[in-house]
């Protein structure tokens, strides 16, 4: 269902996989169609293969579920990380509980998702990890005619000068770190706002919209689309 | 109020009842001491004295003069009067001209009344009259004016003594009284904890034996109460934790096939219809789960210093386009940092319930007001608005679970997001209630006061 978000340039080297070690069967499946237009996903019941497939440098990214059967997805992150492994993780957990959530960053995964989440949300967050998006070291991001000096907090469109609010630029930054890529509501909420809890979508879409309303000049071409029920993107290509 | 009900209690009035038998029984002792003394005193003299007026009488006539007046000189202590009286009943010899109405028997009396002179004052006497041999009469007397003197000594002691004996008595009985009114008073404020919803207070001990007999018990009941009702939210969470499971699963197969079905394929819009209904339950099931994680975690050890202040104008700022956009205008009142305890992540929650709350109950041109300020040392949040307020006979019903205000059936989770609230201030010792704003209704999350007052 996320063909339209699929990113404009493969993400990974072909031989590397995305290891799901998930051992709710429907679940796994479910996760495993998801991602099959994009990645090259193998399933880990155990979390064994993905373990020597992230030392051997096959994984691109590990979906780890926090219980699995005979193993605890935490420990095995633990265990990666002690080896120096950076493989992505992405934690996906029964446990909503904050302290659960910390638990599970603080053990070394890049990202939380609470179960029961929507296939999209999970399909932007593994988007954002294979691209290592987060871990780019930059004073300047660009994307398309749009450009945002970090440092001196100035944001540009095609050379116009735009003036934003702290949340508004820290809303924008977000979206200019994942260009063409899918940004889930939820994924604003626990990230620009650091909201953990639920919220309906309307008040994270009047932000959008007030920050439409500075970047696009009547006339110009929208820079952040809405993907119906999903979320949004910033179009690279503006 | 705490003053009359201090007269009232009966700790005092017994206090008082003590005081005043303190007081009666230490006169009591003073009068057994005073009427025992002088008795056997009198006594002791009434002994030597009938021996003395023996004696006396057996004695001749010159001798006994002689010693008499030695007597009344040198040892005026033990001999106050004499008086001789010749066969013919005329004084002879002594130091009072009136003969008191006593029969001469040789016994000793006391005459309360004796005067020694016409114009002197009477005091009680102890006299004796003995007949002698040749006709006359000897009488003997000896002043017992030290009976008076003790009785004024016994009396001025006792003067002295009752005041501060009362006052001792009163004021152990009011520190007795205040104690316990006191340990009453804990009692009861942990009973209208208990009652407010804090299952896991518990009844102090009195140290009254007794009471606390009482107590123990009490609190046996409170922990079975408390654990069985901890049963019932687990059976509910659990329940909740079964169905999600299979939801997802289900909300996932419908995902993957709305994937599947192409464009303009009669299946999708029931599909979608299926999958917003599956998400209004998800959305309860997750709030029934967040309750009960909520209330089981007591996520004490997660508290941290917070500003109660920055975390509304922090709310205000995210709610405010949305404000904007409806045409309700979105004011805040917290200039003055609230530093408490607590979890920034749940009251963040707890704040924004009631934000969301209020703009929904809000028409266009309308405000809503979020206020934090400090009151008697109590933190307070305050979210106002003017909307459609809230029925006084639904205020009670609105904090109950997933209750919501019945003409609001068509704003979904009204009741959730207060419930939510409501469980977060408990955790927080913060009570969450709701006021008129008159239009409007205002909901207000306020410290409790402090324990221990």
Redo the contacts between chains.
């Keep these: 269902m996320s063909k339209s978000n699929q990113p404009e340039s493969p993400p990974a080297a072909p031989e590397q996989a995305v290891y799901v070690c998930e051992d709710e069967p429907d679940l796994a499946m479910a996760i495993e169609s998801e991602l099959a237009g994009r990645y090259r996903v193998v399933l880990s019941e155990t979390g064994k293969e993905a373990m020597a497939a992230a030392s051997a440098g096959r994984a691109l990214l590990l979906v780890m579920d926090r219980g699995l059967k005979g193993a605890d997805g935490l420990q095995l992150v633990e265990e990666l990380r002690g080896k120096g492994d950076r493989t992505p993780v992405l934690m996906i957990s029964g446990m909503s509980g904050v302290n659960d959530r910390i638990a599970g960053l603080r053990a070394g995964g890049d990202d939380y998702l609470v179960k029961p989440f929507a296939m999209a949300e999970f399909s932007a967050r593994v988007d954002a990890l294979a691209r290592r998006l987060s871990d780019t070291p930059r004073t300047v991001l660009i994307a398309g005619s749009l450009s945002m000096e970090l440092i001196a907090r100035k944001v540009r469109r095609d050379g116009r000068e735009i003036d934003l609010l702290p949340r508004e630029f820290k809303l924008l930054e977000y979206f200019m770190r994942r260009p063409g890529l899918l940004v889930t509501r939820k994924m604003l909420l626990n990230d620009v706002w650091n909201y953990r809890f639920q919220v309906e979508s309307k008040f994270v879409d009047a932000h959008i919209r007030n920050l439409r309303h500075k970047l696009d000049a009547p006339g110009e071409k929208r820079l952040i689309v809405n993907l119906r029920g999903e979320g949004f993107r910033l179009d690279a290509q503006g | 109020m705490r003053r009359v009900e201090l007269f009232r209690s009966t700790p005092l009035r017994l206090a008082f009842a003590f005081a005043l038998a303190m007081i009666l029984l230490t006169g009591g002792v003073f009068s057994f001491v005073y009427v025992a003394t002088t008795r056997a005193w009198i006594a002791q003299l009434q002994h030597v004295f009938v021996d003395e007026a023996e004696k006396a009488a057996a004695s001749d006539e010159d001798r006994l003069r002689g010693a008499l007046s030695l007597r009344l000189t040198r040892d005026f202590r033990r001999l106050n009067y004499v008086a001789l009286y010749d066969s013919s009943g005329a004084l002879v010899f002594g130091n009072f001209d009136h003969r008191p109405d006593i029969p001469v028997d040789g016994q000793a009396r006391v005459v309360d009344d004796f005067r020694a002179a016409a114009g002197a004052e009477p005091e009680p006497t102890l006299l004796v009259a003995r007949a002698r041999p040749n006709g006359g009469v000897i009488v003997l007397g000896r002043s017992l004016d030290e009976v008076a003197t003790l009785r004024r000594i016994l009396a001025r002691a006792l003067s002295f003594a009752i005041l501060p004996l009362a006052a001792a008595a009163l004021a152990i009985g009011l520190f007795f009284s205040r104690r316990t009114a006191s340990r009453i008073r804990e009692i009861h404020r942990a009973i209208e904890a208990i009652m407010q919803g804090d299952l896991r207070a518990r009844l102090p001990p009195s140290g009254i034996e007794e009471l606390d007999g009482v107590i123990g018990s009490v609190n046996l009941m409170l922990d079975e109460i408390e654990r069985l009702l901890g049963q019932l939210a687990a059976v509910g969470g659990n329940i909740a ?1 079964d169905l ?2 299979p ?3 289900v ?3 419908l ?2 096939a ?2 599947a079905t192409p464009k303009g394929d009669s299946l999708r819009a029931p599909v979608q219809s299926a999958l917003r209904q599956i998400d209004r339950a ?2 309860t099931i ?1 709030a029934l ?2 309750i009960s ?1 909520i209330e089981n ?1 007591h ?1 004490h ?2 508290f941290c210093r917070i500003d109660l202040a920055a975390l509304c104008a922090e709310l205000q ?3 405010l ?2 404000a ?2 409806r045409g309700i205008a979105m004011t805040l009142a917290a200039e003055t940092s609230v530093w408490r305890q607590g ?1 920034a ?2 009251m ?2 707890a704040i ?1 319930n009631l934000v ?1 709350n209020a703009l929904k109950f809000t028409p266009r041109g309308g405000a809503v007001r979020i206020e934090a300020y400090e009151r008697d040392g109590r933190g307070v949040i305050e979210v106002s608005d003017n909307g459609r307020g809230v029925p006084v006979a639904e205020v009670q019903d609105i904090f109950r679970r997933f209750a919501r205000a019945r003409d609001g059936a068509d704003q979904p989770g009204v009741g959730i997001g207060l419930s ?1 609230a409501g469980t977060i201030a408990r955790l927080h010792r913060m009570e969450l209630s709701v006021a008129d704003n008159g239009p409007g209704a205002r909901f207000i999350l306020r410290e409790q006061a402090p324990k221990g007052r």
């Design positions: 934790h999600r499971a939801i997802v699963n909300r996932a197969t995902e993957q709305l994937a998800l959305t997750a789960l967040r994680s975690e996520r050890s997660a700022e995210f709610f386009p949305l904007q956009a979890d992540d749940l963040r929650e924004a969301d939510i």
